[in-house]
C-alpha cells in the first residue's frame, strides 16, 4: 500500500508518517518549508528499519500538486490512501482579516484538499479501493474566536469530506475527517501557561492531546473498512 501525508514534516503530520511506516505502508512525506525536518524524519525512520519517501510541494498549488502526485505514481505506482494534513492558521479578530488572509486560509486549508483529491481520486474509483482521511479541527465543529477564517476552513473541509464520502461510497472509497482538539504541537506554541491551564481546565480529561492520539485514530480509520463520511473528533471530552 502507497500513502501520501501532506503536510508530513512536523506535528501530528509526522506522527502519522511514522505510524504509517511502522505498519509497512509506503510513505511519501509532503513538505513545503519544513525540509530539514523530513528529512531528520526520513532518516530516524532509515535507523529503524523502515523507508519513506519525501517530496516538496506547495499542495495550495495545482501544478505542484500534479508534481507531487505524479512522482508518487512514477515511483510506487499507485496510491491507496491520502491523508490531507496540511494546513496554517492564524489568530486575528475578524474585523481584522484582509482579503489576502481569507483567501490564504482557504487555499492552504481547503483547496489544497480538494487539489490532492481531485488528483488522486480518478485511480482510487478504477481501482474500485481507497482510503481519504482529512485532518479538520474541533473549530469547524464548534467555531473557535479569533479564528474565523480557520473556523470555515475546517467546517468547508468536513463538508467536503461528507459529500465526497455518498460519492464515492459505490467505489468502495472510503472518505472520514479527523477534528483534533487542544494538541500539543506548534499551532499551540504561543499559548501562556495561564492560557494552557485554563484550556486543561475546560477539557474534560484534563490534558492536551498528543500527535499520537491522533496517528492512532488515523491507523484505526485505515485498518477500518466500514467506517465512511465521518467526522471524528479526539479532543479529550472537550465538546461534551
Known amino acids: 500500500m502507497v500513502a501520501i501525508v501532506t503536510g508530513g514534516a512536523k506535528g501530528i503530520g509526522r506522527?502519522?508518517?511514522?505510524?504509517?511506516?511502522?505498519?509497512?505502508?509506503?510513505?511519501?512525506?509532503?513538505?513545503?518549508?519544513?525540509?530539514?525536518?523530513?528529512?531528520?524524519?526520513?532518516?530516524?525512520?532509515?535507523?529503524?528499519?523502515?523507508?519513506?519517501?519525501?517530496c516538496k510541494a506547495d499542495v495550495s498549488k495545482r501544478e505542484e500538486v500534479q508534481k507531487l502526485v505524479t512522482y508518487t505514481k512514477e515511483?510506487?505506482?499507485?496510491?491507496?490512501?491520502?491523508?490531507n494534513n496540511a494546513g496554517i492558521d492564524k489568530w486575528q479578530l475578524f474585523t481584522d482579516i484582509t482579503d489576502e488572509d481569507w483567501e490564504e486560509m482557504?487555499?492552504?486549508n481547503l483547496t489544497s484538499a480538494f487539489y490532492m483529491t481531485r488528483e488522486v481520486v480518478i485511480d482510487?474509483?478504477?481501482?474500485?479501493?481507497?482510503?481519504?482521511?482529512?485532518?479538520?479541527?474541533?473549530?469547524?465543529?464548534?467555531?473557535?474566536?479569533?479564528?474565523?477564517?480557520?473556523?470555515?476552513?475546517?467546517?468547508?473541509?468536513d463538508g467536503l469530506t461528507k459529500a465526497l464520502a455518498k460519492e464515492l461510497a459505490p467505489s468502495n472509497i472510503r472518505v472520514n475527517s479527523i477534528a483534533p482538539g487542544a494538541i500539543n504541537t506548534d499551532m499551540n506554541r504561543n499559548l501562556t501557561k495561564e492560557e494552557r491551564e485554563e484550556v486543561e481546565h475546560e477539557i474534560p480529561l484534563g490534558r492536551f492531546g498528543t500527535p499520537e492520539d491522533i496517528a492512532k485514530c488515523v491507523m484505526w480509520l485505515v485498518e477500518d473498512n466500514y467506517t465512511t463520511g465521518q467526522v471524528i473528533s479526539p479532543n479529550g471530552g472537550w465538546t461534551i
Request: glycine share 10%.
Open 75 to 83: 515511483n510506487f505506482g499507485s496510491i491507496d490512501i491520502l491523508i
Open 106 to 108: 482557504l487555499r492552504n
Open 15 to 54: 506522527q502519522i508518517v511514522v505510524e504509517l511506516a511502522k505498519k509497512g505502508i509506503q510513505v511519501v512525506l509532503n513538505y513545503r518549508h519544513s525540509e530539514e525536518q523530513a528529512i531528520k524524519t526520513k532518516q530516524e525512520l532509515l535507523e529503524q528499519g523502515y523507508n519513506i519517501e519525501i
Open 124 to 157: 482510487m474509483i478504477n481501482k474500485k479501493r481507497g482510503c481519504i482521511i482529512n485532518i479538520s479541527s474541533i473549530w469547524g465543529i464548534t467555531g473557535g474566536a479569533c479564528e474565523v477564517a480557520y473556523s470555515v476552513s475546517k467546517a468547508g473541509l
